[in-house]
C-alpha cells in the first residue's frame, strides 16, 4: 500500500499526498488473521523535503490501524482527534495502533518526524520502532482520560495475534511522550 508513490506530481500517475481525512477508522491491513497484513509494507510519503509531511486524520474518533510493516519517506501525523491541533479534541478516543506486523521505519538515506495525537485513545507500539532504519523523532503529543502509551501489547507475537514484544525505539533526535510545556 503506497500513499505518494513519488515526492511530486508526475503527469497524473504519481505524487505525494498529504492528507488522509475520514469520518470513521483508517484501517490498513483490516483483520485479525496473519494472512491479513500487508505484507509487501506500507509507504508514507508525503513529498520532499523538511516540511513535507504525510496526514492520517480521523473525525467522530475513528481509529487508525496499521498492519503491516510501515516505511516512512516523509515526515508523518497520525491524530484521532479530529480536525484541531495538539490540546483540540481530546475528549475522543480513536486509538492509534501498530500491530506486531507494523514495525515502523524511515527510508533509507532519511530520519523522519512521526507526531501521534490520540485525544482520549490509546496509543499502542507491538513491533521495533527505527529498528532498520532510525526515525528523527518519536513525539506523543496528546493522549488523555483514559488513553494511555503502550510499548509491547504482549510478551510475545502469537498466531492471529496483533500485540507482540517492543525490544527497541531508536531515533536520531528527541522521543517525547507528552509532548508539550504544561
Not at 510519503?45 to 516512512?72: E, I, M, Q, W
Not at 501525523?77 to 515502523?104: E, M, W
Amino acid at each position: 500500500v503506497i500513499f505518494g508513490a513519488s515526492d511530486t506530481a508526475a503527469g497524473h500517475e504519481t505524487g505525494p499526498v498529504t492528507l488522509v481525512r475520514t469520518e470513521g477508522d483508517i484501517d490498513l491491513g483490516a483483520g485479525a488473521a496473519d494472512d491479513d497484513e500487508v505484507d509487501g509494507g506500507i509507504v508514507l510519503n508525503g513529498g520532499p523535503g523538511t516540511n513535507s509531511t504525510l496526514t492520517f486524520r480521523t473525525l467522530s474518533a475513528g481509529n487508525v490501524r496499521f498492519n503491516g510493516p510501515v516505511t516512512l519517506n516523509s515526515d508523518v501525523v497520525v491524530t484521532t482527534n479530529g480536525d484541531g491541533s495538539s490540546g483540540t479534541g481530546l475528549a475522543q478516543a480513536g486509538d492509534i495502533t501498530f500491530t506486531d506486523a507494523a514495525p515502523l521505519d524511515s527510508q533509507a538515506g532519511e530520519h523522519n518526524d512521526v507526531v501521534l495525537r490520540a485525544g482520549a485513545g490509546a496509543i499502542r507500539f507491538s513491533a521495533n520502532v527505527g529498528q532498520s532504519v532510525s526515525l528523527q523523532s518519536l513525539k506523543v503529543e496528546d493522549t488523555t482520560g483514559a488513553g494511555r502509551v503502550i510499548f509491547g501489547a504482549s510478551d510475545a507475537a502469537a498466531s492471529g495475534s496483533q500485540t507482540g514484544p517492543v525490544t527497541l525505539v531508536r531515533t536520531e533526535g528527541d522521543i517525547n511522550i507528552g509532548f508539550g510545556a504544561a
